[in-house]
DNA sequence: CGATTTGTTCTAATATTTGGAACGGCTTTC
DNA sequence: GAAAGCCGTTCCAAATATTAGAACAAATCG
């Protein structure tokens, strides 16, 4: 997995031990917060250090204190604020997508995903549901594997096979549900069959009785920076439907790519 | 001005500067991303310096180059992970607060909007609106000003006079609709006002045509952290229907502020 | 009520950051 | 087409900022 990582020649390790910090922070799911202590022992950074950085960080809203009387930390609205701008500044943004994912939500009654590809993983950073009572196991900002779902699996078809192969040998591999595909050689053809196809399936292989239809977003070099999806229960997926998600997810892809400058 | 931030007593310098060069990158509007020549200009910090902290930085996700072969920057998806990771540990998080909004959107049939303060400004971390149709111009992670909304003027009344005067002369003011309220004098009034009435009214000072009400979250030290608010159109917006927003809003804000330790 | 653990402060030793200079590649300009 | 300028990148030694640990008071626990 290192080899895929960005790594810095010249690293600046105080910035890399505060952000080691934050992301700590972020593991974190109560809302009681994260003690200095607690973060001094598992990053192995004496108190004082951590005191000095989580008191800068506290200076741009980057992380603040729990509450009450509390000493513990939390990540701070400065850091939300930040988090949003990320989009704003990304190709896609002056397309104006979401309406047409509405509109697929709408049609197909089924949660409309849109996905980028960011270091080795897929970031979702668009979902509308169809029922706002019924939610799903991921949320928007979160991660999810390349290779067991159909927005990854868009991306591994930019990976040359070189490129696949080291992505398998780099990451550890979990089946997810029954038809996870977790071995290169699988893989390989499967993207040959993405590729040719110019969607992709994911068929109950994150989550058992979950089918999952993408297609991908290209910019003018080609490349696929994002996808959409349309997910949901394996008995309303059914051929019939899927056919039309097709068609519909392929007329929005194509607009949005053309946006992008993509040709063909 | 600089009374409101925190400032560190032991600030780490070098992450500091880091997290300036972040704030200046998400300054940023365009999609063609920012050199390290021109960060090295505007924050004074030697160009080796910002190119180590960017490459730092990029290793965790928080900035990315812009594209393929060039050599400017953007704020990367990594950031956007972590900024989507702070609503879910926030204190109000646990109050379970969004079904409230989703109740109170329903019953009055308009757009209720969440807000949190940070750095002199209204971050909307939460929108629930009546019509998905309908859309108006913020969005979630936006920045609101404070003296031209209902939120905002919730905010200004922990302001001392001499920290709204110090507000007053280093912003910039817009007359944003009609009745925008611009100058310090009149401000102070209506902070009275509102301080009084413990509910603040946006009547179009941000929008033309648009009246806001909103009503303060406060924590155990009575600092109004959060603020909710119901706006529509004025026309349907009557007296009486102002009368009943407020009564919903004095019930779920009172429930949230004593989940903080607010007391009386 | 004693024992531990907490956050915070301080200091001196250390390792880190720092900015400037140098380099090669690229674009602009004359 | 040559030269000048700007870019990102690398290197280095000087100097600064960070570090770990100890000390302390306050809070928590048994």
Redesign the pocket.
């Known amino acids: 997995m290192e080899s895929f990582e960005h790594i810095p ?7 890399a ?1 505060a952000l080691d910090i934050l992301q700590y922070l972020k593991e974190n799911t109560s809302t009681e917060g994260v ?4 973060i001094s022992r598992a990053l ?6 951590v ?3 989580l008191d800068t960080l506290m200076a741009y809203g980057f992380v603040e204190k729990a509450g009450a009387n509390s ?2 930390y939390l990540l701070g609205w400065g850091l939300f604020d930040a988090g949003n701008a990320v989009p704003k500044q990304h190709t896609l943004n002056g397309a104006n997508y979401i309406p047409q994912l509405e509109k697929l939500c709408n049609r197909f009654s089924e949660t409309v995903n849109m996905g980028v590809f960011n270091n080795y993983e897929t970031v979702i950073i668009c979902k509308i549901e169809p029922n706002i009572k019924l939610r799903t196991n991921t949320q928007v900002g979160e991660r999810e594997p390349l290779y067991a779902t159909a927005l990854g699996k868009l991306f591994l078809c930019d990976f040359t096979p070189e490129e696949l192969q080291g992505y398998f040998e780099n990451i550890e591999i979990s089946p997810f549900a029954a038809n996870t595909i977790t071995t290169y050689e699988k893989m390989k053809a499967e993207l040959a069959k993405i590729r040719h196809q110019g969607y992709a399936l994911d068929n109950e292989e994150y989550f058992d009785g979950m089918i999952c239809f993408a297609m991908p977003i290209k910019d003018f070099t080609g490349k696929t920076v994002s996808g959409i999806s349309v997910s949901g229960p394996s008995r309303r997926m059914t051929a019939e439907k899927l056919e039309n998600i097709k068609e519909s997810l392929s007329t929005v892809c194509a607009q949005l790519s053309s946006f992008l400058g993509y040709n063909n």
Do not use: A, F, N
């Open positions: 020649k010249y690293p600046v390790q105080t910035l031990k003690s200095i202590s607690e192995s950074i004496g108190k004082s250090g005191h000095r950085t000493t513990s």
